[in-house]
Antibody
């Protein structure tokens, strides 16, 4: 079955870059029927979709307007994984971050979550 | 931005009774080209990621018990649990997809407890 394994630091200093990776097993990052997403959850902002990458004969990246200027999501076909980079973080970016598979305009497989705290 | 508003914020229902959660979208999320509402429902238990229950407003995800059902179209949607079980205690979220620009938005959540 599909499993998503997240990795990355749990503490990031303000103004620095948050970087997380999601390793996929049981599916392919290059699948042409799904998308690979990052979603975060915090008490103040609830569940917030950040962006996605997907392959449909070529690669597409789409980002939420709220983070568009600071975010990059990249696929890595050699390792069958995808990554999140969020630049210039502030304490407002403190949240539980999930990598998630998207299909049929919904999210059917979730990683275990990584709690990221932005603090000096 | 499309705003999703759930009601109520919390709900207490007796075991075996029906539970109903509502979700209202600020814009229609019916995609006429495929005649499907881009609305999903999730269940989240403490310490776990959300679990997909329903997509396209009324299609039950594989493995989800048939006591869970979704209904509605356009801007108004409902999740119904026909006979509440103890394991259904959780927070429930609705989620929509709207395009363009591509955007996924979640409701604020409804906490379901046993009365």
């Amino acid at each position: 079955q599909v499993q998503l394994q997240q990795s990355g630091p749990g503490l990031v200093k303000p103004s620095q870059t948050l970087s997380l990776t999601c390793a996929i097993s049981g599916d392919s990052v290059s699948s042409n029927s799904v998308a690979w997403n990052w979603i975060r959850q915090s008490p103040s902002r609830g569940l917030e979709w950040l962006g996605r990458t997907y392959y449909r004969s070529k690669w597409y990246n789409e980002y939420a307007v709220s983070v568009k200027s600071r975010i990059t999501i990249n696929p890595d076909t050699s390792k069958n994984q995808f990554s999140l980079q969020l630049n210039s973080v502030t304490p407002e970016d403190t949240a539980l971050y999930y990598c998630v598979r998207g299909i049929n305009s919904a999210f059917d497989m979730w990683g275990q979550g990584t709690m990221v705290t932005v603090s000096s | 931005d499309v705003v999703m508003t759930q009601s109520p914020d919390s709900l207490a229902v007796s075991l075996g009774e029906r539970a109903t959660i509502n979700c209202k979208s600020s814009q229609s999320i019916l995609y006429n080209s495929i005649n499907k509402n881009q609305l999903a429902w999730y269940q989240q238990k403490p310490g776990q990621p959300p679990k997909l229950l329903i997509y396209w407003a009324s299609t039950r995800e594989s493995g989800v018990p048939d006591r869970f059902s979704g209904s509605g179209s356009g801007t108004d949607f409902t999740l119904t649990i026909s006979s509440l079980q103890a394991e259904d205690v959780a927070v429930y979220f609705c989620q929509q997809f709207y395009n363009p620009p591509p955007m996924f938005t979640f409701g604020q959540g409804t906490k379901l407890e046993i009365k």
